[in-house]
Nanobody, 122 residues
Framework: QVQLVESGGGLVQAGGSLRLSCAASGRFFGIYSMGWSRQAPGKQQRESVATIASDGTTNYADSVKGRFTISRDNAKNTVYLQLNSLKPEDTAVYFC???????????????WGQGTQVTVSS
């Protein structure tokens, strides 16, 4: 099973920046798509914020385009999310997720991290 360890959350003032990291470890054949989602206070659903494919193709939610940047280091099995120009509405628990294959020709399965809190004060 893959283990995901997130770090980098915290409290920041509006306009500030944070960098989130999510490192994957464990026994698996390969990691494919990686991404970040968030769950705002009082909301039941998670919102996909950004994804990055194994070829480096990225996608962003409209609400974060131009402010957030997702990247990955395949050698370290780590995905990053740079959060700039933060707004109070960005306050949420941020979760990383990875698409993992445990054996050659096996199915791609999603795994989620435990979440890291980002709080933006006005």
């Amino acid at each position: 099973q893959v283990q995901l360890v997130e770090s980098g959350g915290g409290l920041v003032q509006a306009g500030g920046s944070l960098r989130l990291s999510c490192a994957a470890s464990g026994r698996f054949f390969g990691i494919y798509s990686m991404g970040w989602s968030r769950q705002a206070p009082g909301k039941q659903q998670r919102e996909s914020v950004a994804t990055i494919a194994s070829d480096g193709t990225t996608n962003y939610a409209d609400s974060v385009k131009g402010r957030f940047t997702i990247s990955r280091d395949n050698a370290k099995n780590t995905v990053y999310l740079q959060l700039n120009s933060l707004k109070p509405e960005d306050t949420a628990v941020y979760f990383c997720n990875v698409e993992v294959r445990y054996r050659l020709a096996g199915p791609r399965l999603n795994s989620w991290g435990q979440g890291t809190q980002v709080t933006v004060s006005s």
